[in-house]
T-cell receptor
């Protein structure tokens, strides 16, 4: 899962397996959450988002689960491919807060051949 | 195609020099943001702007300055007062200040020699 610090959590999976990346968010008032993918040397790319009135949302090969009781977010990637290797960030936002999304430190996903 | 363009992608600076990083978007987004990213860490907010001619400090604004004279442009100046400027800088925008995903540029990597 994600944590604040200098060393990224890492996750290694075999190609074709499913990946689960976890994130603990900090603000119980947050009502909007996003997962981003960042490849080395590039800007983050949007993967999927979810609002707090939902507990699950599915996209193409990805599913985000939200557990507000324990302030936990997860990203599931089905049939992981080499191109999925990247750092994955979760971000939280509180409605009405124009200020920012608050980002976790990220998880490095490595897909093994 | 619409998007966010950051330039330069790589920049080297001698100590004591100011440098300006460019960020231009043609997405017609109202809000723009600057983040700093250090290895193994999440994104930290430097400055953000919701409308033209207005901007607010983020968490780590010291040693940085911005301007928002046009809706499309939000340049960041890294001044000599910034003690540790070597980092990866990301510009982002979104349609409205308080909702929705952030769209990111490809980043600018600044190295102080």
């Amino acid at each position: 899962g994600e944590s604040v610090g200098l060393h990224l959590p890492t996750l290694s999976v075999q190609e074709g397996d499913n990946s689960i990346i976890n994130c603990a968010y900090s603000n119980s008032a947050s009502d909007y959450f996003i997962w981003y993918k960042q490849e080395s040397g590039k800007g983050p790319q949007f993967i999927i988002d979810i609002r707090s009135n939902m507990d699950k949302r599915q996209g193409q090969r990805v599913t985000v689960l939200l557990n507000k009781t324990v302030k936990h977010l997860s990203l599931q990637i089905a049939a992981t491919q080499p191109g999925d290797s990247a750092v994955y960030f979760c971000a939280e936002n509180m409605e009405g807060s124009a200020r920012q999304l608050t980002f976790g430190s990220g998880t490095q996903l490595t897909v093994l051949p | 195609d619409g998007g966010i363009t950051q330039s330069p992608k790589y920049l080297f600076r001698k100590e004591g020099q100011n440098v300006t990083l460019s960020c231009e978007q043609n997405l017609n987004h109202d809000a723009m943001y600057w983040y700093r990213q250090d290895p193994g860490q999440g994104l930290r907010l430097i400055y953000y702007s919701q409308i033209v001619n207005d901007f607010q400090k983020g968490d780590i604004a010291e040693g940085y300055s911005v301007s928002r004279e046009k809706k499309e442009s939000f340049p960041l100046t890294v001044t000599s007062a910034q003690k540790n400027p070597t980092a990866f800088y990301l510009c982002a925008s979104r349609l409205q200040g308080s909702t929705g995903e952030l769209f990111f540029g490809e980043g600018s990597r600044l190295t102080v020699l």
